[in-house]
Nanobody, 125 residues
């Protein structure tokens, strides 16, 4: 069982940056692929980024490509999502998710077994 806790969200001006954190308890991320998703009010949850460390597979949504980096702390207990050049349309609750690492950077939410509670990101213009 893996418990995930996101942090690092908050209000930010357009053009700014944020680093979201996803901390694991119970286990490390050593054997897990991690994905980030977001959900804006009135919209469905959408894929943001994912990474498999076993084969270094990585995937980013077109909406954040070039502005976003997913990384992992060397101790493998925290995964980060860095987003630059934030836009008002990035406003959403951001969730991290984990799945046993089979080498794929899953973009489908259904592939993930464990989810955090989310952290709110609000970008003002």
């Amino acid at each position: 069982q893996v418990q995930l806790v996101e942090s690092g969200g908050g209000p930010v001006q357009a053009g700014g940056s944020l680093r979201l954190s996803c901390a694991a308890s119970g286990r490390t991320f050593g054997n897990y692929a991690v994905g980030w998703f977001r959900q804006a009010p009135g919209k469905e949850r959408e894929f943001v980024a994912a990474k498999s460390w076993s084969r270094t597979s990585i995937s980013y949504a077109d909406s954040v490509k070039g502005r976003c980096t997913i990384s992992r702390h060397s101790a493998k207990i925290t995964v980060y999502l860095q987003i630059h050049s934030l836009k008002p349309e990035d406003t959403a609750v951001y969730y991290c998710a984990a799945a046993p690492d089979t080498g794929s950077a899953y973009a489908r939410a259904a592939e993930y077994d464990y989810w955090g509670q989310g952290t709110q990101v609000t970008v003002s213009s």
